[in-house]
């Protein structure tokens, strides 16, 4: 088990290493000739008007509040999931009851409108 | 291979870290060998369907374009935009292609696993979960508009088709009873070496449902609106250029590459293939491995051919396809998953049924039957739920399409 987990360090840092190795070649052989109007912005070739950082619709934060809890969910249901051939008959009842209780938070936001894009 | 080189004298964590340098080595030049032929296998085949000939200057049939255009990106000018914030920005794309590349380390390669975690399954989820961070600091870090609207709408995406996505994966999951993908590839390895998950009612929606959400994952046509370039230019990508650039673009063709492995190990039986186990030793190890290698660019093809018929979708119908459509359809397999392994597997694990029941036999005529239970209940289940969901959607189409929005918001249709 340990060897294992030393294997994926290694692949770890080979994974890091991996994209900065072009990086890094390529600053050798590129040219660098910045000029000012290179380094500015784009915005269809016009200066760029206003504050980049604007404010943001509000759906973006519901879809992100649903992701957290489907996310959670899934959570609960790997380990469920492992252990559904030792559990027997308890296991299947439980899991049915807290998918119901899920589709039911599904049909809820669904009705409320949440998952609406508008 | 760790026991070879203790045997010829080294040190015990010596020999395991030179055979995890070999084997770590051998996947990274085999993932970007593999990259680069299916840039050009893409290119070429997606000409062939547009009726045009495609790349075919550059060495035999062309194959020698990635590397020129390896070439050309290397020696091209990388300029970061004054306002941007020049950390995030240089990070980004070592933060997507890092990720991406890490998720190569669980992949068994045929029969030859180079490591085996006991959640394995769980390291692929979350090694594809690191891709919306990379995204979103390039469209922050960038300082420009377009690049933050694309990677807003790049990162909602990616959250909500990561949803349907790891839900898929349970059903394969509680019908091996273990994360690990050696167990699943085994547990694939019934009736000659065909018992793959696909050939199930459960597996087949779980495959479709999980490959449909893992090409919106890896932003594919027709989900490719975080770089839609008609809309937002190149979304996030939009200030890089040069190397950063086509180290996103790697990323991007070897996180699909990785798909490809992934949807081929968890549902198509891995390298499972009649003959395997027949030849056994190192030639059924080699023919374990084309099969897999075959299975994955099957897979590749089939993303292709979405990508040369399938426009681009909408983001509001992006987004309801994922939570309206996918996600009850996940919901429903998993419970019919959990009929499937109840049945198939009644007698080990269902000792209360078996009192109330009396013990099936264990005769072969008996399974069949309760095989042909499974299939026909999983089935129906299945099948009405797909049915329904399709019913559903069509009518809301037609909702929109035919009535006002006065009318939709005083609910009158």
Redesign the interface.
């Known amino acids: 088990m340990l060897t294992n987990y030393a294997f994926i360090g290694i692949f770890a840092v080979a994974a890091i290493t991996f994209p900065l190795l072009p990086l890094v070649l390529s600053s050798f052989l590129r040219p660098n000739r910045p000029t000012q109007v290179k380094l500015s912005t784009y915005e269809c070739g016009l200066e760029a008007i206003g504050d980049i950082w604007v404010q943001f619709k509000v759906q973006y934060y519901l879809y992100a509040l649903a992701f957290v809890i489907f996310d959670i969910e899934t959570v609960f249901l790997y380990p469920w999931a492992v252990a559904y051939g030792q559990l027997g008959l308890f296991a299947l009842f439980e899991m049915v009851v807290f998918l119901a209780i899920l589709t039911i938070g599904l049909v809820y936001a669904w009705k409320k409108g949440a998952l609406e894009w508008i | 291979m ?1 026991d070879a080189l203790t045997q010829l004298g080294f040190a015990s964590w010596l020999s ?2 030179i055979a ?2 070999i ?3 051998l ?2 030049v085999g993932g970007s060998v593999g990259m680069m032929f299916l840039t050009w296998y893409e290119r070429r085949s997606i000409s062939y369907m547009q009726d045009r000939r495609g790349p075919n200057r550059v060495g035999p049939q062309g194959l020698l374009q990635p590397i020129s255009e390896a070439i050309k ?12 914030d020049k950390i995030v920005h ?1 990070l980004a ?2 933060v ?4 991406t ?2 998720s ?3 992949i068994p390669w045929g029969r030859m696993f ?5 959640a394995a399954v ?2 692929v989820i979350a090694t594809g979960g690191l891709h919306s961070i990379g995204m979103m600091m390039a469209g922050w870090g960038s ?4 690049a ?1 609207l694309g990677g ?1 709408r790049g990162v ?1 995406q990616l ?2 088709y ?2 349907p996505q ?2 898929a994966i ?1 059903p394969v ?2 019908m091996t ?3 690990s993908l050696q167990k699943i590839v085994e547990a694939q390895n019934d009736f000659a070496g065909l018992g793959w998950y696909v050939f199930s009612p459960v597996g087949l929606l779980g495959f479709a449902l999980f490959f449909t959400a893992s090409l919106a994952e890896g932003e594919r046509t027709p989900f490719d609106i975080p770089e839609a370039d008609s809309e937002i ?1 190149a979304g996030y990508m ?2 890089y250029s ?3 650039f ?2 996103f673009y ?2 991007n063709y070897m996180s699909n590459l990785a798909v490809c492995f992934v949807t081929a190990t968890l549902y198509l039986g891995g390298g499972n293939g009649p003959g395997v186990d027949a030849l056994g030793g190192i030639a059924g190890g080699l023919l374990s491995l084309v099969y897999f290698l075959l299975k994955s660019f099957a897979l590749f093809f089939v993303m292709v051919l979405i990508r040369a018929t399938v426009p681009r979708l909408r ?2 119908q992006l ?2 396809f994922a ?2 459509f996918l ?2 359809l996940v ?1 429903v397999n ?2 019919s998953a ?1 009929f499937w ?2 049945l198939l ?1 009644w007698d ?6 078996t009192e109330w029941f009396g013990a099936p036999s264990t005769a072969d005529a008996t399974n069949w039957g309760r095989l042909a239970i499974a299939i026909v209940l999983t089935l129906l289940i299945n099948a009405g739920a797909v049915a329904l969901i399709m019913r559903l959607t069509n009518r809301n189409v037609q909702k929109h399409l035919y009535t006002t929005d006065e009318e939709l918001a005083l609910g009158l249709s």
């Open positions: 760790a395991v870290l995890s340098i084997k770590v080595t996947i990274l990106t290397m020696t091209k000018e990388d300029a970061t935009p004054r306002d941007a240089f794309p070592v997507m292609l890092g990720a590349v890490l190569f380390a669980v180079p490591v085996d975690l006991n769980l390291f300082n420009n508009k377009f933050l807003m909602a959250i909500s990561e949803i790891v839900m349970i999951v509680l009873g273990s994360m230019i939009t200030e040069g190397m950063k086509a180290v790697l990323s983001v509001d987004m309801s939570w309206k996600l009850p919901l998993i419970l959990s392994v109840a597997r080990q694990q269902w000792p209360q049924l």
